[in-house]
C-alpha cells in the first residue's frame, strides 16, 4: 500500500468515525426534542399549544379592535349629549334678595342645547327655556343666560 492508500484510509476511517458521532448526537438531539415537546405527559405538544395560542391571539386582537371601534363611537355619540352646564344665580328685582333667579346653560360639546331662566319673585316665579345652536339663540339673551352659556362653554374647554 502506498502513502497516498494509507492516507484514503485513515480519511475514510475519521469519516466514518464522524458520521457515526453525527448520527449519536442526532438521535440525543431528536430524544431531547421529544421530550421538550411533550408538556407535563399529557400529550400536548408546544406546536399545537403555540397554534392555539396564536389563534386565542388573533381572537383577542379582534375583540380589541371591535372594543376601539365602540369606544371611537361611544365618543363620537357623547359629543352630542348634553354635559356641560354653566349656573349664574342673580337677583332679577331690587326688592327681592338672595339671588333666587338664575339662568342655567347645558350644552353638549357642539355648543348646542338649552338655557334655562328662573325668574324669582315674592308672588310668582317663571322659568324660560331657550334653544341654544352654536352658542347662541334665535332668541334674544339677558346678559346672565349668555353668562350661563359662557360658563357651560368654559367648562368644555377645561375637559
Known amino acids: 500500500m502506498d502513502n497516498l492508500e494509507i492516507a484514503l484510509l ?56 371591535l372594543i376601539k371601534s365602540n369606544i371611537k363611537n361611544i365618543e363620537k355619540e357623547m359629543k352630542s349629549n348634553l354635559q356641560n352646564v354653566g349656573i349664574v344665580r342673580y337677583n332679577a328685582f331690587d326688592d327681592v334678595g338672595s339671588n333666587l333667579s338664575f339662568a342655567v346653560a347645558i350644552l353638549d360639546d357642539y355648543n348646542n342645547g338649552i338655557v334655562l331662566n328662573g325668574i324669582y319673585a315674592r308672588e310668582t316665579s317663571s ?33
Open 10 to 65: 485513515v480519511l475514510n476511517i475519521i469519516l466514518i468515525i464522524l458520521v457515526i458521532f453525527t448520527n449519536i448526537k442526532f438521535v440525543l438531539f431528536k430524544k431531547q426534542s421529544r421530550d421538550f415537546m411533550k408538556k407535563l405527559g399529557d400529550g400536548t405538544n408546544i406546536e399545537e399549544m403555540l397554534k392555539k395560542y396564536i389563534k386565542a391571539t388573533d381572537y383577542v386582537n379582534q375583540e380589541n379592535a
Open 127 to 159: 322659568v324660560y327655556a331657550k334653544p341654544v345652536v352654536n352658542g347662541d339663540s334665535e332668541y334674544p339673551l339677558s346678559n346672565e343666560e349668555k353668562e350661563a352659556i359662557k360658563k357651560a362653554k368654559h367648562i368644555k374647554k377645561n375637559k
